[in-house]
């Protein structure tokens, strides 16, 4: 039941040898990414592999039958294109693998947004509550930002992976703006009425 709901998909921090193994033993399905410098047992790099869907052996894994792909980034901010590589334990269109990629980007983005820009991995999460409370904040501003990001976008074309800090600061000053310039009026007021003071003292 659980290998006909389940396909594992996994970025190439967890290409270990003992986790490919335990995936094929349970026979779950995956698409797991790889580093462009991963060997075959023939001594060859993947970046080195000039066609889809071939089969291939991986050095340590001998006998798993695998099968390579790669997938082209949108460009980044310097107007460069990057190529990432997948494999999978069972023969499917380059299409699906794409599409499979993609997925695990999108949660994965969610996760890294939530660590580096919403401070998840610096939060006291030593209550059940305590986590709960700060996972709903967080997923409610990745929500505000991921929208503002599609206000941004009116062709619905991704040029590049979304600046989530850049986001954030922005939709900062959208909602809730008015509430930084009230308090430099009342911080203007104050100094005004300070310095009326001196000068009334002076004379």
């Given at each position: 039941?659980?290998?006909?709901?389940?396909?594992?998909?996994?970025?190439?921090?967890?290409s270990?040898?003992?986790?490919?193994?335990?995936?094929?033993?349970?026979?779950?399905?995956?698409?797991?990414?790889?580093?462009?410098?991963?060997q075959?047992?023939?001594?060859q790099?993947?970046?080195?592999?000039?066609?889809?869907?071939?089969?291939?052996?991986?050095?340590?894994?001998?006998d798993?039958?695998?099968?390579?792909?790669?997938?082209?980034?949108?460009?980044?901010q310097k107007?460069?294109r990057i190529?990432?590589?997948?494999?999978?334990?069972?023969?499917?269109?380059?299409?699906?693998?794409?599409?499979?990629?993609?997925?695990?980007w999108k949660?994965?983005?969610?996760f890294?947004?939530?660590?580096s820009?919403?401070?998840l991995?610096?939060?006291a999460?030593?209550?059940?509550?305590?986590?709960?409370r700060?996972?709903?904040?967080?997923?409610?501003?990745?929500?505000?930002?991921?929208?503002?990001?599609?206000n941004?976008?009116?062709?619905?074309?991704?040029?590049?992976v979304?600046?989530?800090g850049e986001?954030a600061e922005?939709?900062?000053?959208?909602?809730?703006?008015?509430?930084?310039?009230?308090?430099?009026?009342?911080?203007?007021?104050?100094i005004?009425?300070?310095?009326?003071e001196q000068r009334r003292?002076?004379t």
């Amino acid at each position: 039941m659980l290998t006909a709901q389940f396909h594992v998909l996994a970025d190439s921090g967890f290409s270990s040898i003992a986790l490919l193994n335990g995936l094929s033993a349970l026979g779950l399905t995956f698409s797991v990414g790889m580093k462009r410098s991963r060997q075959t047992v023939e001594g060859q790099a993947l970046y080195e592999i000039t066609s889809q869907q071939r089969r291939v052996r991986l050095q340590g894994l001998p006998d798993l039958d695998l099968w390579v792909y790669w997938i082209w980034l949108p460009a980044n901010q310097k107007g460069e294109r990057i190529q990432r590589f997948v494999i999978t334990n069972r023969q499917r269109h380059p299409q699906t693998v794409r599409t499979f990629g993609r997925r695990r980007w999108k949660i994965e983005a969610l996760f890294k947004t939530l660590k580096s820009r919403f401070a998840l991995g610096k939060f006291a999460q030593k209550t059940k509550q305590g986590v709960c409370r700060f996972l709903c904040l967080s997923f409610a501003c990745f929500l505000l930002c991921h929208l503002e990001y599609l206000n941004q976008d009116e062709s619905g074309t991704e040029e590049s992976v979304p600046d989530g800090g850049e986001l954030a600061e922005r939709l900062k000053w959208t909602l809730v703006g008015w509430v930084r310039l009230v308090e430099i009026e009342l911080e203007r007021a104050a100094i005004l009425a300070v310095l009326d003071e001196q000068r009334r003292d002076a004379t």
